[in-house]
């Protein structure tokens, strides 16, 4: 076999991280792999990219994404270095876990505090500032979302879904083992006020 151009590389590398984010990629992560800033516009009029937003493209060939929206929102919340600032919470989590039948009109994701970005947020998206530890965050295949427990106690700490919803979840959650009263006693970076509500609701459930 002969060797491996540095075109051929490219586009195996560009494959590689792109296949991880569930057929996209920034155009960060291109120049990354190999591929000159200035023939992107080339690869979109050659039909081997589609842009979906300004900085963010698919490879054409790759199977459509079950969720985009979430994969194309969590690489518009990078920065500047790459790194993943966007981990999807608060309603938008409960509906990926099929916790309750709350039915979110806006995606929502938990950035950090100095989150900064010069457009406008987009419609249709809405952040909340937060600091969140490693056992917060569950990885999905191209984006993150805030694990069960974390994300019952930001709805529980906002007030953000009615009472009856915010039971049925954690009912469902518990009968599904996602939380624990062990879990819950262990998450001690959460308010005690929010903990001490969650232990309660888990024993109004349990029963």
Same mark, same amino acid.
């Given at each position: !076999?002969?060797?491996?151009?540095?075109?051929?590389? +490219?586009?195996?590398?560009?494959?590689?991280?792109?296949?991880?984010?569930?057929?996209?990629?920034?155009?960060?992560?291109?120049?990354?792999?190999?591929?000159?800033?200035?023939?992107?516009?080339?690869?979109?009029?050659?039909?081997? *990219?589609?842009?979906?937003?300004?900085?963010?493209?698919?490879?054409?060939?790759?199977?459509?994404?079950?969720?985009?929206?979430?994969?194309? *929102?969590?690489?518009w919340a990078r920065d500047r270095k790459g790194a993943a600032q966007g981990?999807?919470?608060?309603?938008?989590?409960? +509906?990926?876990?099929?916790?309750? @039948?709350?039915?979110?009109?806006?995606?929502? !994701?938990?950035?950090?505090?100095?989150?900064?970005? !010069?457009?406008?947020?987009?419609?249709?998206?809405?952040?909340?500032?937060?600091?969140?530890?490693?056992? @917060?965050?569950?990885d999905r295949h191209g984006y993150q979302l805030t694990r069960p427990l974390?994300?019952?106690? @930001?709805?529980? @700490?906002?007030?953000?879904?009615?009472?009856?919803?915010?039971?049925?979840?954690?009912?469902?959650?518990?009968?599904?083992?996602?939380?624990?009263?062990?879990?819950?006693?262990?998450?001690?970076?959460?308010?005690p006020p929010v903990r001490e509500k969650l232990e309660k609701l888990l024993?109004?459930?349990?029963?």
């Open positions: !076999m002969g060797k491996r151009t540095p075109h051929t590389e +490219s586009h195996k590398r560009l494959y590689e991280i792109a296949e991880a984010q569930q057929g996209y990629f920034t155009a960060k992560q291109a120049i990354e792999a190999g591929f000159d800033q200035h023939n992107h516009p080339y690869h979109v009029r050659a039909a081997n *990219w589609i842009r979906e937003r300004r900085g963010i493209y698919r490879l054409a060939l790759f199977p459509p994404a079950d969720r985009p929206d979430l994969v194309i *929102w969590s690489l981990t999807f919470s608060h309603e938008t989590a409960l +509906s990926i876990y099929e916790l309750s @039948d709350a039915m979110p009109a806006a995606l929502h !994701m938990t950035v950090p505090p100095g989150f900064r970005r !010069m457009a406008p947020i987009p419609k249709g998206l809405t952040l909340h500032r937060g600091s969140l530890i490693k056992e @917060d965050i569950e974390r994300t019952l106690a @930001d709805l529980l @700490d906002e007030g953000r879904i009615s009472p009856d919803l915010l039971r049925q979840a954690v009912q469902e959650a518990f009968e599904r083992g996602l939380i624990r009263p062990a879990s819950i006693q262990r998450a001690t970076h959460l308010p024993k109004e459930t349990a029963r």
